[in-house]
């Protein structure tokens, strides 16, 4: 009855799929025939290579994490979840470029402009439900959108070239210390999962869950609902922008379609390949998302998106609950997916 | 002693419908108050407007003496008056231990320890154990919510409100849909909380042998006014109450 989801053989679970994604780009070395310190300094050829893709795969996993909160989680459809990730690349990428300033300043100015945005998603919040808060959301980030792409900013934000030449710190400089930034975003990802799991499993976390089945419930039982859809805005403003930070660090360019409803699907798009509401089908469904895309483009060339089309046709067909969800469902754990589609019902 | 819920001309208008029309009521502390009335007669629009969930459209509802017409839902449930659906309203995918959980948490002070896991907050792990075996449902207390049959929905719907311990319980048709060999069980429940627990509780109920065998005082409904009110003996005899609802219903013979 009060199981937690943290037992003993799940900690190791994970404390070894961190040591094995910590040793790979040795492995990979290795097999390439090149030696394994290699890694450790400015080495070049496929380990390099792979290491900047799962970077990107861990960057993407981060942000969809943070629409599982809002969406899985808390059931908040928010269409405009792209302006938390495009906020911290910008910003981070303004803080570096036109202000000099260091990692530390960045990141907690990082925190407070992502603490604005989440209040005022939540003055939305306070108004809106279910299609309208979607709607309203969309609007705010398409704002965001245009703004950043009006010739008015470029000296800013490169208007729609977007954000380039921006100068990273020499430590966490992505071409000269990939194994360090590699390491740095492992463990981010692995971090705000934990404390998203974490979350999940308090108190605030249980509400929020109830918030998603059955809002008016919560209410009659005693919960000011707005303030814990609040705190799941909250802690997925920031961690979105942080995952922001880490994408513009490692790029370091940043493109105007970070900020686009299209990224706002493709968060959606992750977390339905891995299941909704399930978190660590959020990591893997970026994980399949990015794979996939780059794979495919280099197997087939242009015909790619046809054939990623065609999978995700398949992986919905088959695995309507996602990856994790459907790999759950003897229990009834996951409920992610039904719950979308009977909410979409109920409000036709 | 003051009543423990009071309402004074509380009024509420749908457009050109007049759901409640100026009811006065007070329900004492510790009685077991009924209302009854024909379908449409504005008594689950009452019951709203007494927690909260609706806004009066004039009027005053007073709570142990202090003024709650215009609290939110959320507020009134904090004061201690804990309310039931007619229809089933729970949370799906949780299991029967955690929608009561949820319930006997909300009104603790713990809803926002952000990352400390909820069990070990050990009062309402507690307090759902007892309820879950309160009402009878401990064999199914991992279950999710959704596959319980109806009749283990309506008492899983009693546990809810009874885990925060509210003093004053509003039971909107609790037996509603429930096969009537059920319906005993369940009422006996009911009633033993109310004695044991020095409760108050308002009920609206359709089964009229349940009204007249368990409450202390009934009030009758018609029309969003109150039509007569009394013990359930000068209710069955009244005659107006027997001409609008009573007649098919219920004759005290």
């Not at chain 1, 891995?274 to 970026?286: E, F, K, Y």
Request: proline content about 4%.
């Amino acid at each position: 009855m009060t199981k937690s989801t943290f037992s003993l053989s799940n900690s190791l679970g994970l404390l070894a799929l961190l040591l094995i994604m910590i040793a790979l780009p040795f492995a990979i070395a290795l097999f390439d025939g090149q030696s394994p310190a290699a890694v450790l300094g400015s080495e070049t050829g496929s380990a390099k290579f792979i290491q900047g893709l799962l970077i990107e795969v861990f960057i993407l996993a981060i942000y969809a994490l943070s629409y599982d909160l809002v969406l899985g989680v808390t059931g908040l459809l928010s269409f405009g979840h792209a302006m938390f990730f495009a906020v911290g690349a910008y910003w981070t990428g303004i803080a570096f470029k036109s202000l000099g300033w260091g990692v530390g300043v960045t990141l907690l100015a990082l925190v407070a402009a992502a603490v604005v945005q989440a209040l005022l998603f939540g003055v939305v919040l306070a108004r809106v439900k279910g299609i309208t808060f979607a709607l309203v959301t969309l609007g705010l980030a398409s704002v965001f959108h245009i703004i950043i792409q009006a010739t008015e900013f470029s000296t800013y934000t490169g208007a729609d070239v977007g954000l380039q030449g921006v100068v990273v710190p020499e430590w966490i400089d992505t071409v000269d210390q990939r194994f360090r930034f590699y390491v740095i975003a492992l463990l981010a990802t692995f971090g705000f999962y934990l404390l998203y799991r974490r979350f999940v499993d308090s108190p605030t976390g249980r509400v929020c869950v109830a918030i998603r089945e059955n809002e008016e419930r919560a209410l009659a039982l005693g919960y000011n609902t707005f303030y814990f859809k609040l705190i799941a805005l909250l802690l997925a403003s920031i961690t979105a922008a942080f995952a922001g930070f880490l994408h513009t660090v490692h790029q370091p360019i940043v493109s105007p379609n970070v900020a686009s409803l299209g990224f706002t699907v493709a968060a959606l798009l992750m977390i339905l390949i891995g299941g909704v509401g399930t978190l660590s089908g959020a990591i893997l469904g970026a994980a399949v998302f990015r794979l996939l895309e780059y794979y495919l483009e280099r197997w087939f060339g242009p015909s790619a998106s046809f054939l990623l089309g065609l999978i995700y046709i398949g992986l919905v067909f088959f695995l309507p609950y996602g990856i994790i969800g459907t790999w759950h469902i003897s229990g009834f754990r996951l409920k992610g997916v039904t719950w979308l589609l009977e909410r979409g019902r109920s409000q036709n | 002693m003051a009543p423990l819920l009071e309402t004074h001309a509380l009024r509420r208008e749908f457009g050109a419908l007049v759901a409640v029309a100026d009811v006065s009521m007070q329900v004492e502390q510790g009685t077991l108050h009924s209302i009854i009335g024909p379908n449409g007669a504005g008594k689950t629009t009452f019951f709203n407007l007494l927690n909260g969930t609706l806004k009066p459209t004039s009027g005053r509802v007073l709570f142990k003496g202090q003024e709650i017409t215009h609290l939110p839902v959320h507020r009134t449930a904090h004061l201690g008056i804990g309310r039931s659906f007619q229809i089933t309203n729970i949370f799906p995918n949780l299991s029967v231990f955690e929608n009561i959980r949820l319930a006997a948490q909300a009104l603790g002070s713990d809803n926002f320890k952000l990352f400390r896991p909820f069990h070990r907050f050990k009062t309402y792990i507690e307090r759902a154990e007892a309820v879950v075996d309160l009402v009878g449902l401990s064999a199914q207390a991992d279950q999710p919510a959704r596959i319980l049959p109806h009749g283990a929905q309506r008492k899983l719907e009693l546990g809810m409100i009874l885990a925060p311990d509210p003093e004053l319980l509003l039971l909107d048709e609790p037996t509603a849909g429930m096969a009537s060999e059920q319906v005993p069980e369940l009422i006996a429940l009911i009633q033993n909380i109310q004695q044991k627990g020095n409760k108050t509780i308002m009920l609206v109920e359709h089964n009229m042998n349940v009204v007249m065998n368990v409450s202390d005082k009934i009030t009758v409904m018609n029309y969003g006014q109150v039509l007569a009110e009394g013990a359930p003996q000068e209710i069955a005899d009244n005659e107006a109450v027997q001409t609008a609802y009573l007649g098919e219903l219920y004759s005290p013979e």
